[in-house]
Every structure is written in structure tokens, then in C-alpha cells.
């Protein structure tokens, strides 16, 4: 997901589990038929993406690192990388909630083993969010801060129960959405989405259907004395 750039939503729930324990480490693993990334796919081709990532959190403040596998055409601009790259983030953070509403704030650096360094870059986001029964709402705001990349963007997510929907608007790139539905069972979540953009350079436009599995575990968890 590049990991943490992530729906005010599922941030929301990052918050919540983050706040259970005073120390937490966290992993995380997961395949999906299609790496899309704000309605964009980062593995040209349609090819499947395995992921992984581990979070280490303390009352609310967490670091993490994530990685997955891209396509070399697509990121590093090099015809002779098709199918291979490397993506390996690394983000810091604190969340929250105040009056009901629950909030996300940190840096996210998005890093592309042996890419040049002009591809490499590092955004800031604030998220809040607000869970209505079964109705969860959020709003992301991200903005690109350091190395290649300083575009602004923002979305809006909205779920009920299975289904979640996110709609947004990356800077001088599109408008790009994605709308998923995702069930649990046995500590894995399944999700079946549509995801794409609708490019200001039309040449660019881009949509796609896939699945995903992921499961999270804890490593660590240290309470209370």
C-alpha cells in the first residue's frame, strides 16, 4: 500500500491497535493479482506482488518499514527491468484520537533498491477519521516534501462493513479511486477490488480488477506494569 499513505480509514484502525499495548512489534505479509497504487499499477502487466512489512509502536507513536516487489519499466524507467524492482518504505508516525475523532499524522519515504536517487522521495500525511456505527469516514491529505516527487494529494474514504470506498485527487496525475470488498477468516483478510485513474494525460489512464491476501502477527507486545 506503499503502506502507511493509506485511507483515513484503515489508519484509524492502525491507531486503535497501536494504543492496546504500551510496546507492540508487529509483521505483516501479503499477495495480491495486481500492485495498484492510487489507481495506478505498480507492477506493469497485471503481474502478482508479494509484501511484507514490521511496526514497532509506543503509546500511539510507531516506525515501520514495508516492502514489495515493482515492475523496473514502470519505476526505474529501464526497459531492461522488466518484472524486476524493489520497493522498500520507511515511515514514522503518531495517532490518535480527540473529541471522538481519531487522527494520523507522519512521514513516509518511498525508497526503490538501486534506482536512481531522483526516483526516491518522501511525503508527509495527516488523516482523520470518524466511525459513524457501521459507517467509517476519512479524509487523507499527503504532500511530497523531499527528494523527486513534491505533489500534493487528498482522498476521501468511506466503508460500511465489507465494503469501502476511496476517491482521490493526486497532483498533476488524476483523479483515481478504488472500491474493495474484504472479508476475514482465519486471521487473513481477502479483498476483491476495482481500482484506477482517470489521468490528466489520457495516455496514462489506467484501471484494473484484482485480489489480495494479508495477514498481520505480532512479534512483540510488552503492556503495562
Do not use: C, H
Amino acid at each position: 500500500m506503499k503502506k502507511i499513505v493509506l485511507s483515513a480509514i484503515v489508519a484509524a484502525t492502525l491507531v486503535s491497535s497501536l494504543q492496546a499495548a504500551e510496546v507492540t512489534l508487529d509483521g505483516n505479509f501479503g499477495v495480491s493479482s495486481n500492485y495498484m497504487w492510487r489507481g495506478m499499477s505498480q507492477t506493469a502487466g497485471y503481474s502478482p506482488m508479494v509484501n511484507g512489512g514490521v511496526d514497532a509502536s509506543y503509546e500511539g507513536a510507531y516506525v515501520g518499514t514495508w516492502f514489495g516487489n515493482v515492475d523496473g519499466t514502470t519505476i526505474y524507467k529501464n526497459p531492461n527491468s522488466a518484472g524486476k524492482g524493489m520497493e522498500m518504505d520507511l515511515y514514522a508516525g503518531y495517532g490518535g484520537e480527540a473529541a471522538g475523532i481519531s487522527y494520523d499524522l507522519g512521514y513516509l519515504q518511498f525508497n526503490y533498491v538501486g534506482a536512481e536517487e531522483t526516483n526516491n522521495w518522501g511525503e508527509a500525511y495527516v488523516s482523520v477519521s470518524k466511525s459513524l456505527g457501521d459507517v467509517d469516514l476519512g479524509v487523507l491529505f499527503y504532500k511530497g516534501i523531499t527528494g523527486g516527487t513534491k505533489l500534493f494529494g487528498v482522498e476521501g474514504s468511506v466503508g460500511y462493513k465489507a465494503i469501502s470506498l476511496t476517491l482521490g485527487n493526486y497532483e498533476k496525475t488524476g483523479n483515481y479511486w478504488n472500491l474493495g470488498v474484504t472479508k476475514s477468516a482465519n486471521g487473513v483478510d481477502y479483498t476483491m477490488g476495482y481500482s484506477g485513474i482517470k489521468a490528466e494525460n489520457k495516455a496514462n489512464n489506467d484501471s484494473a480488477f484484482y485480489v489480495s491476501a494479508t495477514t498481520s502477527f505480532s512479534l512483540l507486545e510488552i503492556g503495562r506494569a
